[in-house]
Structure formats: structure tokens, C-alpha cells
């Protein structure tokens, strides 16, 4: 499976920016789809889920912000970003992942930058 990140970009604070990942390829045991972003000294930091199934899940400090969604017919991942802060100003992964394997699958890196 290889996934190819689009969408990163320039924003002032409080303004817009969609991140899409798209699918190629495929793998029965994926599970689901996420997004991450580096954060500078730590590990990557999980921002986003889908499962399959359609549960998400949200980082406490994107919730209410950030949304992730899914296009079946495209193989693609969104991560619709609003009200963006300084602080989301980041390289931002997507990720497809496994019951076995958390970090089966990345992208390239997204860069977000967010203007004051």
C-alpha cells in the first residue's frame, strides 16, 4: 500500500486548509486510517482516526476543529482542518494501520504552516 499526502500549505490563524491521502494498492488486515503530526523532540502525534467502520477518534487539542473523513470510491483520507492555531504548524502524516501493526503503512510528510 503506498499512501500519497496532498494539501499542506499556508493559512492564517483562524483560516482553512483540507489534507488529502490517497490509497493505492490494498491490504485485507488494514483496519483503518489516521493522521499524525510531528511534533518537535517527540514522537508523532496521532491527530486523527477512522476505522473502517467509521468510529473516530480526536487529539483533545484539535477536537471540534479538525475533521476526518473518508472517500471509498477515491481511496482517499481528508483531514479537514478549521480555525487553525500557530501551534498546528506542523508536518503532518497520514497512516494506515493494522490490528498487528499501528504504523503498518505512512505517507509522505504535509507541511502546514499557520501565520498569526
Known amino acids: 500500500v503506498q499512501l500519497q499526502a496532498s494539501g499542506g500549505g499556508l493559512a492564517q490563524a483562524g483560516g482553512s486548509l483540507r489534507l488529502s491521502c490517497t490509497a493505492s494498492?490494498?491490504?485485507?488486515?488494514?483496519?483503518?486510517m489516521a493522521w499524525y503530526r510531528h511534533i518537535p523532540g517527540r514522537t508523532r502525534e496521532l491527530v486523527a482516526s477512522?476505522?473502517?467502520?467509521?468510529?473516530?477518534y480526536y487529539a483533545d487539542s484539535v477536537k471540534g476543529r479538525f475533521t476526518i473523513s473518508r472517500d471509498g470510491a477515491k481511496n482517499t483520507l481528508y483531514l479537514q482542518m478549521d480555525s487553525l492555531k500557530p501551534e498546528d504548524t506542523t508536518i503532518y502524516y497520514c497512516?494506515?494501520?493494522?490490528?498487528?501493526?499501528?504504523?503498518?503503512?505512512w505517507g509522505q510528510g504535509t507541511l502546514v504552516t499557520v501565520s498569526s
Open positions: 477512522l476505522t473502517n467502520g467509521g468510529k473516530t
Open positions: 497512516n494506515a494501520y493494522t490490528t498487528a501493526n499501528l504504523y503498518a503503512y
Open positions: 494498492g490494498s491490504d485485507a488486515s488494514i483496519n483503518g
